[in-house]
């Protein structure tokens, strides 16, 4: 295999730990190189993803056809009723309404929508175009929300207008908007609302039985399986749980200032993040033993019928290696744990979207010998697959056919994943799936890393 | 019922479309620049449209796709995507070191006014393209036609920027590939080879999109057209277009630039477009019809009489991109089948055209092309008048879900099944396998649903 070269202006956002190297200094939330075959998406699909979970709202995205087309029901955001979500909405935007404006189509797609398909909310994606032609999309969502009698809320997210991040950032800002605007009477003082988790192959309702079972009221969960009028009365939560914490943190922060509601960043994945879940929770309602009792109830069941099971994956993947590229830094240090606890290292882990605070606890974290990227491409990621000589890839959709062109072993615990990876069942899920793919007999005909083994 | 929302009763929308028939056009662009040998296409706008085109194109065929973008900014969007190209191309070149750099553009750098053609010149004047490589160029608005015209105008970019008449001409016959699968191009490439036509395919997905698995990640797999076989283009006897829509553009294109003739025919798809096919080409080439393609022709007719009583009078709805659904409703009538409603999110007159032809042999058949043809719409039709089966992209398994009628899916994207880069659906053998796909959903319906005393074991 001939060297693969390292851009010059991609060695500050890659890292290795070594035993006296450099200084740990990567450069992270930056816009990506012009000309990289990036990984990354844009601001519009930070909010797309974010929103599109909440299942009994309009979700029309005002643009040309593209940007409703490929988010149309990619993500298994699950839901236990309605569905709109899963419909494709486009103002399917042309060339005469690019120089004509396209407010009067956009009004007109509203009151149509809205009037057969009978939401509980809209929400309205702005895409690059509008940004630039300059459609007053506030002022149609008002007028058609004071016309209909429902929220209609716009959604800022035009592509080129940062990164992911600003995305989830404006999503989080109309998910504000909404929230406050119902009664909260029947609201026990011992509840959640459990945000960042989107209810891909129906984990957030794994988490919700756990807190239910503490005897927690979960007043909303965002967005999986999110419903419009649960987002509405949030406020009227305690305590504010945040997974995934790139897209929802700033959402917790704006409820913190607003309506004095604390909030904490939890993981369910792995049995260590999963427990800390609980237990952190639990810890909020000290005036309630009971609910700390219920939660070690929780794991010590859990915990006793799950560790035998892994014991079979975890002598067949003891010794073997992990490179992990996702979405966010926070996923990776479950990972990292998780992957440990079934006596895996991880020699590459990286993200799309980490900040400087992520790395700094990620190479805490690390072997020495690890390498940490930001904002990697498939160039890299394959150099230092084969150099390290992973036998495992985290990914996403993008990284999965490199993993196996490369004869290397794939877990997607992106929003492709099959199955529910939280939750103590969701460790299950795990090891038995990253077991499945590195224990494939299929291995026994494909040439693997380069030819090299 | 996840399309419980739709209704029975069409009313007019006013340019709201739901559940496309399409997507854009910078998709498109960046499939047909895969099937260059050695090219990186190169998306020229904000950083979600590559990663969602490659993420679409990943899906459809499970295959790593390579693709750079501009990742536009803020300031680029006041200022002009200039510098972000430029940039670019330096990075490319020295980064991933491809023979050819293909961009495309999209709505945002359409809208604020950059011109690809004056920019990849500055590039080129600016010395940023090495010796021996190229960078071309195609516009690609994503508010202006759909994928397929995407596809379309980066092949007229091919031909427009890479022929050359050199004033020898060339015993060879320019093959234009409509969008089809890399399966259709290595199908179109061995009936070729039968008849014994000398051909320049182009674009050649085979063994970019359908890559065996070696334990390398290739970033330029070994297929694709190449660059001489580009260049030769302009010294061909002749072209011939695979499809009015997304490959006639280029055959214009290279008959006004290197005046270079052409004839149009439909894709290869069932007996009669492929009859045509086969006549063409063997006009072309001035070759003669070998026994091996006549006995393939002989296979799939074989078929088509023992299985006759099957298709006979069964109704169909359809959808996807025109090229492929003008062929396959002419050979569905060719099986005694009824196309009854068609949609095709693709603007154009000449689809209408060419229907209204092939549809006079199917009165009371509804069909609709561009702006409102969107699968909401045939669902709507499904729902007034019922069909026995539903043929389009993996998005029609909500309408046949709901409708529970049997469904077969065919075009782009196909993100649910596996089989469409392996086999192909054009030439006598791809006849042969829709025969087999259409007959294989009718019966094991028949099969599952019979009562017992009519379930059969000879069928």
């Known amino acids: 295999m001939e060297q693969i070269q390292i851009l010059k202006e991609r060695e500050k956002q890659i890292f290795e730990k070594k035993d006296g190297g450099a200084a740990f200094d990567i450069s992270c939330e930056t816009t990506s190189l012009s000309g990289s075959v990036s990984q990354r998406a844009c601001v519009f699909c930070g909010s797309r993803v974010v929103l599109y979970p909440v299942a009994d709202a309009l979700h029309l995205v005002h643009g040309p056809i593209g940007c409703a087309a490929y988010t149309w029901d990619i993500r298994g955001s699950v839901s236990s009723g309605p569905e709109l979500h899963r419909l494709s909405f486009s103002t399917d935007l042309q060339e005469t309404d690019v120089i004509f404006g396209g407010e009067k189509k956009l009004y007109a797609s509203l009151i149509e929508l809205i009037e057969q398909y009978q939401p509980k909310a809209a929400f309205i994606y702005s895409t690059c175009i509008i940004g630039i032609i300059g459609d007053d999309i506030d002022a149609v969502c008002r007028k058609v929300a004071k016309e209909t009698s429902i929220p209609v809320l716009p959604v800022h997210s035009e592509g080129f207008k940062g990164t992911k991040k600003d995305g989830y950032r404006a999503a989080c800002i109309s998910l504000m908007k909404l929230v406050?605007?119902?009664?909260?009477?029947?609201?026990?003082?011992?509840?959640?609302?459990?945000?960042?988790?989107?209810?891909?192959?129906?984990?957030?309702?794994?988490?919700?039985?756990?807190?239910?079972?503490?005897?927690?009221?979960?007043?909303?969960?965002?967005?999986?399986?999110?419903?419009?009028?649960?987002?509405?009365?949030?406020?009227?939560?305690?305590?504010?749980?945040?997974?995934?914490?790139?897209?929802?943190?700033?959402?917790?922060?704006?409820?913190?200032?607003?309506?004095?509601?604390?909030?904490?960043?939890?993981?369910?994945?792995?049995?260590?993040?999963?427990?800390?879940?609980?237990?952190?929770?639990?810890?909020?309602?000290?005036?309630?033993?009971?609910?700390?009792?219920?939660?070690?109830?929780?794991?010590?069941?859990?915990?006793?019928?799950l560790y035998p099971?892994?014991?079979?994956?975890?002598?067949?993947?003891?010794?073997?290696?992990?490179?992990?590229?996702?979405?966010?830094?926070?996923?990776?240090?479950?990972?990292?744990?998780?992957?440990?606890?079934?006596?895996?290292?991880?020699?590459?882990?990286?993200?799309?979207?980490?900040?400087?605070?992520?790395?700094?606890?990620?190479?805490?974290?690390?072997?020495?010998?690890?390498?940490?990227?930001?904002?990697?491409?498939?160039?890299?990621?394959?150099?230092?697959?084969?150099?390290?000589?992973?036998?495992?890839?985290?990914?996403?959709?993008?990284?999965?056919?490199?993993?196996?062109?490369?004869?290397?072993?794939?877990?997607?615990?992106?929003?492709?994943?099959?199955?529910?990876?939280?939750?103590?069942?969701?460790?299950?899920?795990?090891?038995?799936?990253?077991?499945?793919?590195?224990?494939?007999?299929?291995?026994?005909?494909?040439?693997?890393?380069?030819?090299?083994? | 019922m996840l399309l419980r929302h739709t209704t029975k009763e069409v009313k007019v929308r006013e340019g709201l479309t739901i559940n496309p028939a399409k997507t854009c056009q910078p998709v498109g662009a960046l499939y047909a620049a895969l099937g260059i040998h050695g090219c990186l296409p190169h998306s020229h706008g904000s950083q979600g449209c590559c990663a969602y085109h490659r993420s679409m194109l990943t899906r459809h065929y499970k295959e790593p796709v390579m693709a750079a973008t501009s990742s536009f900014t803020e300031g680029a969007s006041v200022f002009g995507g200039q510098a972000n190209l430029l940039a670019s191309i330096d990075t490319i070149f020295s980064v991933y070191d491809p023979d050819i750099i293909a961009v495309h553009s999209t709505c945002l750098s359409e809208t604020i006014g950059d011109d690809l053609q004056q920019i990849t010149k500055k590039a080129a004047d600016d010395g940023k393209i090495p010796e021996g490589k190229h960078v071309i160029y195609a516009s690609t608005p994503s508010f202006v036609g759909s994928h397929v015209t995407g596809y379309a105008n980066m092949v007229v970019g091919m031909a427009e920027q890479f022929a050359e008449s050199t004033g020898e001409k060339k015993e060879q016959v320019n093959l234009i590939a409509g969008w089809m699968e890399p399966s259709d191009m290595r199908e179109i490439k061995k009936l070729s080879k039968e008849l014994?036509?000398?051909?320049?395919?182009?674009?050649?997905?085979?063994?970019?999109?359908?890559?065996?698995?070696?334990?390398?990640?290739?970033?330029?797999?070994?297929?694709?057209?190449?660059?001489?076989?580009?260049?030769?283009?302009?010294?061909?006897?002749?072209?011939?277009?695979?499809?009015?829509?997304?490959?006639?553009?280029?055959?214009?294109?290279?008959?006004?630039?290197?005046?270079?003739?052409?004839?149009?025919?439909?894709?290869?798809?069932?007996?009669?477009?492929?009859?045509?096919?086969?006549?063409?080409?063997?006009?072309?080439?001035?070759?003669?019809?070998?026994?091996?393609?006549?006995?393939?022709?002989?296979?799939l007719l074989d078929a088509m009489t023992d299985m006759d009583q099957y298709f006979y009078g069964k109704k169909v709805a359809l959808f996807g991109d025109p090229d492929q659904v003008i062929p396959l409703t002419e050979f569905l009538l060719d099986l005694g089948m009824l196309p009854l409603h068609i949609v095709s999110g693709t603007p154009g007159k000449r689809f209408e055209k060419r229907m209204a032809e092939i549809l006079e042999r199917s009165p009371g058949a509804n069909f609709k092309n561009g702006l409102g043809a969107d699968t909401f719409l045939l669902h709507q039709w499904m729902k007034n008048e019922p069909v026995d089966l539903l043929i389009g992209n993996s998005y029609g398994k909500y309408i046949a879900r709901d409708e529970n009628i049997p469904f077969i899916r065919f075009g782009f994207p196909i993100v649910d099944r596996i089989g469409h880069s392996y086999f192909p659906s054009v030439g006598y053998s791809g006849g042969l396998r829709l025969v087999e796909k259409i007959l294989g959903v009718f019966m094991d319906r028949q099969d599952r649903e019979a009562p017992e005393e009519k379930f059969e074991l000879v069928m």
């Not at chain 1, 997974?243 to 604390?262: N, R, V």
């Not at chain 1, 590229?325 to 440990?340: D, E, H, Q």
Request: glycine share 8%; charged share 25%; with cysteine.
């Open chain 2, 196 to 299: 014994g036509a000398k051909i320049v395919l182009f674009p050649d997905t085979s063994d970019v999109l359908d890559a065996p698995q070696t334990g390398k990640h290739e970033f330029y797999p070994k297929g694709g057209v190449t660059i001489p076989e580009l260049k030769s283009t302009g010294d061909s006897l002749s072209s011939i277009a695979l499809g009015c829509i997304s490959a006639e553009p280029a055959a214009v294109a290279l008959d006004k630039k290197c005046g270079v003739p052409f004839e149009t025919v439909d894709m290869p798809i069932g007996i009669s477009a492929t009859d045509r096919f086969i006549m063409a080409l063997s006009k072309a080439a001035s070759v003669s019809v070998p026994d091996e393609i006549t006995s393939e022709r002989g296979r």
């Open chain 1, 180 to 305: 406050g605007t119902a009664e909260t009477n029947d609201i026990s003082p011992y509840s959640i609302n459990i945000l960042g988790e989107f209810n891909l192959a129906g984990e957030a309702w794994i988490i919700r039985e756990y807190y239910e079972k503490m005897g927690i009221q979960v007043v909303s969960t965002m967005t999986g399986d999110g419903r419009v009028d649960a987002v509405r009365k949030a406020h009227g939560a305690t305590l504010n749980v945040v997974q995934c914490s790139g897209s929802m943190t700033s959402l917790a922060k704006d409820m913190e200032e607003k309506y004095a509601i604390p909030f904490i960043r939890v993981s369910y994945f792995g049995i260590e993040d999963m427990a800390s879940a609980l237990y952190d929770v639990a810890k909020h309602f000290p005036d309630r033993p009971d609910i700390m009792e219920k939660a070690r109830e929780i794991v010590k069941s859990e915990v006793e019928r």
């Open chain 1, 309 to 453: 099971q892994l014991q079979k994956f975890k002598a067949a993947l003891s010794g073997k290696k992990a490179a992990i590229y996702v979405g966010g830094a926070f996923k990776t240090f479950s990972l990292i744990k998780a992957l440990r606890s079934l006596g895996m290292s991880v020699v590459l882990a990286g993200s799309q979207t980490g900040n400087s605070d992520d790395y700094g606890n990620l190479k805490e974290m690390c072997d020495e010998g690890t390498v940490i990227v930001d904002d990697s491409n498939p160039v890299e990621l394959s150099k230092f697959i084969l150099e390290k000589e992973a036998d495992l890839l985290i990914g996403g959709v993008k990284e999965r056919p490199i993993a196996f062109k490369l004869g290397v072993a794939f877990c997607d615990h992106n929003h492709e994943r099959k199955i529910p990876l939280a939750g103590f069942i969701g460790m299950y899920n795990f090891a038995l799936e990253v077991y499945q793919s590195v224990m494939s007999p299929v291995w026994q005909f494909a040439p693997r890393k380069g030819g090299l083994k």
